[in-house]
């Protein structure tokens, strides 16, 4: 089961997340066809997404990352419900490179750096809060660490892996973001750096079977934590048959007037799971004719 859970020091001004988040990427690879880097940079982006859509607590808001590095991939996005529940899809998923090291995917090459990261809040507020940064590495966890500095001025720690096996499947998906409160002093940085270098890659461990839990309390050893929540998360898609008649509908009359006189159907693709409605030339006639 994917999940993420939430924990803060009882002695020290930081909250810390991590999510096990394996079936989720898993289920992106399996729609999306993605081999072993798309598959990387999608899941880092498909966990960090959803460990920021968790820490909205907003009902019915979410939150998006677009990753647009100029790299061979293109653009990466993933979207999030306020529960963490998540949803993406890379542009060029079929995109191979060599390794830049023993079993290291070259992510960072695959997803360039010449662009930038966008995060999207939708607060349920009147305008949505946008972020932009320049991309620092094109790894993900290191250009959302520089977003949180730069965006919200929230020192963060933020670690994302996925470990793609053999028959491509994943192997292991997770990662951390622990973000100091004001009041932190240099004395805790230096705690949690040590604590970071000790605890070593995020998937070596999930590997070994250590939980997040297990994975916080190593990084943050030094502090006293206290468990908040732990809830279930998954990778889900909200696309449905009405939602691509109203897209339909915003067209306006005339568009869809000469969709019908061109093609006499429509077929609809969802970006995120690739789910297809079909509507026929009767189904599209009826809707402009309600224009």
């Known amino acids: 089961m994917d999940y993420i859970v939430r924990m ?18 898993q289920r ?47 653009t990466i996005l993933a979207v999030s419900d306020s529960d963490g529940n998540v949803r993406g ?4 998923g079929q995109v191979d490179l060599p390794l830049k090291g023993p079993a290291k995917l070259d992510v960072g090459r695959a997803v360039g750096t010449d662009g930038s990261l966008t995060v999207i809040k939708d607060l ?4 949505p809060y946008v972020g932009t940064v320049p991309l620092v590495s ?16 929230i020192p963060t720690a933020c670690a994302l892996g996925v470990l793609v096996d053999r028959d491509l499947s994943v192997a292991a998906a997770g990662g951390y973001l622990i973000q100091l409160l004001p009041g932190a002093t240099d004395e805790m940085i230096d705690k949690i750096e ?8 995020v998937t070596a461990r999930l590997s070994q079977g250590d939980t997040p839990e297990d994975l916080l309390r190593l990084v943050l050893a030094g502090f006293d934590l206290e ?25 306006g009359k005339e568009e869809l007037e000469n969709l019908i006189q061109e093609q006499g159907r429509a ?4 970006q995120f799971c690739d789910a297809v409605h079909v509507f026929e030339k009767d189904e599209l006639e009826a809707l402009a004719a309600s224009l």
């Open 8 to 25: 803060i020091a009882k002695d020290a001004p930081i909250t810390a997340m991590a999510i096990q988040g394996r079936g989720l990427v």
């Open 28 to 74: 992106a690879r399996e729609i999306h066809h993605t081999l072993p880097v798309a598959t990387a940079a999608l899941g880092r982006t498909l966990l960090i997404t959803s460990l920021m859509g968790q820490q909205l607590k907003v009902q019915d808001g979410s939150v998006t990352i677009r990753v647009q590095g100029g790299g061979p991939l293109g």
């Open 89 to 92: 899809y890379v542009q060029n």
């Open 124 to 127: 349920q507020l009147k305008e």
């Open 138 to 153: 094109g790894e993900i966890a290191e250009d959302i660490t520089s977003y949180f500095v730069e965006s919200e001025q």
């Open 194 to 201: 040590a604590g970071i270098a000790k605890a070593g890659p």
């Open 227 to 251: 468990l908040l929540e732990t809830s279930p998360v998954e990778y889900r898609c909200y696309c449905s048959r009405e939602r691509m008649r109203r897209a339909l509908i915003s067209l």
């Open 267 to 270: 077929e609809m693709t969802c």
